[in-house]
């Protein structure tokens, strides 16, 4: 049913649960394939750049976070692949997820800054309210 799943993450807990859910809903579909979406926020990473300007891990925390659900998928043996984008994080994953059509966008209901959510509205409801498939958004 949905062979053409995004899964949109930060590494944050929703976000590992999220994957979780992309995994099961990967195993259930034959020929079902994964594309792991993570979006770099231009604003974010330059507050990280600021923070933490003597660190030469910064790079290597995002890659961390992307490391922990791309071995979620591997383990279960789903087909997957990762992208990284750049921009506002929800915009940005509409965006992406209504120009390559794909089946489901799996997300969780809240990311790495919890009041960023709050004030905001959040991504994932951004989501849910402008993508044009089907929206899991996992707690």
Known sequence: MYKKIMLATDGSEHAKR???NA???ASCTKDACI????????DK???????????????DKRK?????VENMAKQSEATYH???LHGDPGPT??????KNNFDIVVIGSRGLNGLQEFVLGG?????????HCPVLIVK
């Open 18 to 20: 999220a994957a979780e």
């Open 35 to 42: 594309e792991i979406v993570y979006v770099v926020d231009a």
């Open 82 to 84: 990762t992208t990284i």
């Open 123 to 131: 991504v994932s409801h951004k989501v849910a309210k402008r993508a």
């Open 93 to 98: 994953i509409v965006d992406y997820a209504n």
């Open 23 to 25: 995994v099961h809903i």
């Open 45 to 59: 990473a330059k507050s990280d750049v600021l923070n933490n300007w003597n660190s030469a891990d910064i790079g």
């Open 64 to 68: 961390d976070r992307l490391r922990e």
